[in-house]
Each structure stands twice: as structure tokens, then as C-alpha cells.
């Protein structure tokens, strides 16, 4: 399974960014979508994730402004981030568990820069 994420880039605080996150491969079922982050010199963090039944979960910093979201039919997860913040500033990185012929196992994708400016 190969992850090819995207979206990031520079935006003002207050703005909007979509990532998206593309799966590829022989995959029969994705039963789990999220996206993490990681500030310098910080741990990586969850920010948002999805269960194949349509559960959501934000952390309580994103609340309100994140909303994680996929396309089933395109193996896509996407976090729609609005009224961003300074704060917000990191690299995202999307994460599936999926099935597979092979088995059932996690993969990341290779991160994506989001920078906020104040």
C-alpha cells in the first residue's frame, strides 16, 4: 500500500487548506483513516481520525475548525482546515489501516508542510 499525500503549503492565519491523502495498491477495505501532526520539536499528534463506519474524532485543539472526511470510492482521506492557526504550523502526516490480500496492517504517508503565518 502507497500513500501519496498532499494540500499543504503557506496560507495566512484564518485561512483554509485541504490535504488529501491517496492510497494505492491491492486493497480490499480501509478500516481506519487519520491524520497526525508534528511541530518541531514536538511529538507527533493526532489530529483527526475516521472509522470505516463514518466515526469521527478531533483533538480538542482542532475542534470546530478540522473536519476529516473520504472518498471511498477513490481510497482518499482529506482534512479540511479552516481559521488556521500560527499554532497549526507542522508537518501532516495521513495514516490508513487497511486490508489487504496479504493481511491487515497501518501505513503512513510522507507528511506534508502546513505553515501558518501571523
Known amino acids: 500500500v502507497q500513500l501519496q499525500a498532499s494540500g499543504g503549503g503557506l496560507v495566512q492565519a484564518g485561512g483554509s487548506l485541504r490535504l488529501s491523502c491517496a492510497a494505492s495498491?491491492?486493497?480490499?477495505?480501509?478500516?481506519?483513516m487519520a491524520w497526525y501532526r508534528q511541530a518541531p520539536g514536538k511529538q507527533r499528534e493526532l489530529v483527526a481520525d475516521l472509522t470505516s463506519g463514518g466515526i469521527t474524532n478531533y483533538a480538542d485543539s482542532v475542534k470546530g475548525r478540522f473536519t476529516i472526511s473520504k472518498d471511498n470510492a477513490k481510497n482518499t482521506v482529506f482534512l479540511q482546515m479552516d481559521s488556521l492557526k500560527p499554532e497549526d504550523t507542522a508537518v501532516y502526516y495521513c495514516?490508513?489501516?487497511?486490508?489487504?490480500?496479504?493481511?491487515?496492517?497501518?501505513?503512513w504517508g510522507q507528511g506534508t508542510q502546513v505553515t501558518v503565518s501571523s
Open positions: 495498491g491491492s486493497i480490499f477495505s480501509i478500516e481506519y
Open positions: 495514516y490508513v489501516y487497511v486490508t489487504t490480500p496479504g493481511g491487515t496492517f497501518g501505513s
